[in-house]
């Protein structure tokens, strides 16, 4: 009985009215996209009203990362904590929050500790984080698969040219094809996998460049193609203008995403790149009709004209005049 009398009397003698009262946040989070992190702490019943009768104390796994001395105006800072601050004026209306750099910022439970005169109190409030991804996973998957399609496509309209027209092909124009062709898939490929996985950083932003500015190429391939394979028409240009269109798209929304953590032009980017990629279909669907309509019709301008012997003299050197 004794004993718990003397605890109680002791606990009111103690605390009673000398204690400082927390508003209670239990945890904070802070992604990829917080430039700077703060760490809440609200004191209710701050009676002081001058700054120098304040003390704040930071606290991180029992090490003190920050002090502010309200009677010095001196404030102390961790090791690793150079950019933790606090706002010293809004210490009367009993704001204590904990402000650094995201650089600086490690999860763990945070104690602010707050003494006004006599009166003193302290609450811990937990740092976490979470991972967000920088596009949201359905333009993920379209940002990757549109260009890919288009890779694809263009294949298929190389394979077109190669099979169909062999003999209007001379070596050099294959092999520029196939290396400009090779050079892309290889770059979209490397794009892809720096870009998908994860959250905003340099490496993603790289990544989403290296999808998106080299579909320049697929717009020369389809020209060649088309100059190799069926010459120019009203429909082709149309093509081109298309592709050109959707490359234009697709580089303004890369320019507009690429410095926002949370791209809200996504769409942008996304419609620029299915553009692109229908303009490789429409391509590879004109150019298949055109082959299959030669057999019967005429063939393409060059083709027969040109005299295989001629083409033996020289070497393989053909001059397109
Ligand atoms: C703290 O809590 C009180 C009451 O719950 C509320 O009125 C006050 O606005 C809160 N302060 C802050 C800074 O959120
Ligand atoms: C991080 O940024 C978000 C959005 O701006 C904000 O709501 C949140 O409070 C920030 N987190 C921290 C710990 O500062
Ligand atoms: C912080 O404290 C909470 C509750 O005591 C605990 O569940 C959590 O694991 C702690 N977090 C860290 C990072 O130590």
């Given at each position: 009985?004794?004993?718990?009398v003397?605890?109680?009397?002791l606990?009111?003698?103690?605390c ?32 002081a009203?001058?700054?120098n009768?304040m003390?704040?104390?930071w ?6 990362i920050?002090?502010f001395?309200?009677a010095?105006?001196?404030t102390?800072?961790?090791d ?15 704001i ?5 750099d995201?650089?600086?910022?490690v ?5 602010c ?7 003193e ?11 967000v991804?920088w ?14 399609l288009?890779v ?9 040219v ?5 003999a209007?092909?001379?070596?050099e124009?294959?092999?520029l094809?196939?290396?400009?062709g090779l ?18 950083s ?9 999808i998106?500015?080299?579909?320049v ?32 798209l ?13 791209p809200?032009h ?5 419609s620029g ?13 004109y150019?298949?009709l ?18 295989l ?13």
């Amino acid at each position: 009985m004794w004993p718990l009398v003397v605890v109680l009397l002791l606990r009111s003698a103690c605390c009673g009215s000398a204690q400082l009262i927390f508003n209670i946040t239990k945890s904070v989070e802070y992604t990829a996209c917080n430039e700077s992190v703060i760490i809440p702490c609200f004191v209710n019943n701050v009676e002081a009203t001058n700054i120098n009768e304040m003390y704040v104390k930071w606290k991180l796994k029992g090490k003190d990362i920050f002090t502010f001395n309200g009677a010095l105006q001196k404030t102390t800072h961790g090791d690793n904590f150079k950019s933790t601050k606090i706002i010293p004026q809004k210490l009367l209306t009993g704001i204590a929050s904990l402000e650094m750099d995201k650089a600086e910022a490690v999860v763990g439970n945070y104690t602010c500790e707050v003494t006004e005169l006599s009166r003193e109190g302290e609450t811990i409030i937990e740092l976490k984080y979470r991972i967000v991804s920088w596009f949201s996973p359905n333009e993920n998957i379209l940002i990757v698969i549109f260009p890919i399609l288009a890779v694809l496509l263009s294949w298929g309209q190389f394979g077109i040219v190669t099979i169909k027209y062999k003999a209007n092909l001379v070596k050099e124009k294959t092999i520029l094809l196939l290396v400009g062709g090779l050079l892309l898939t290889i770059v979209v490929i490397v794009g892809a996998i720096l870009f998908v996985p994860g959250e905003y950083s340099t490496k993603n932003s790289c990544g989403l460049g290296l999808i998106v500015i080299p579909t320049v190429i697929l717009i020369l391939l389809q020209y060649c193609v088309f100059i190799i394979g069926v010459w120019m028409s009203p429909f082709t240009i149309a093509i081109l203008i298309l592709q050109v269109l959707g490359y234009v798209l697709s580089v303004v929304g890369l320019s507009l995403c690429v410095s926002e953590c949370t791209p809200v032009h996504g769409p942008l980017l996304i419609s620029g790149l299915g553009i692109t990629a229908l303009a490789e279909l429409l391509g590879l669907v004109y150019m298949k009709l055109v082959a299959s309509n030669q057999k019967t019709i005429q063939p393409p301008r060059k083709a027969v004209e040109e005299p295989l012997n001629a083409f033996k003299e020289s070497k393989g050197m053909m001059n397109d005049e």
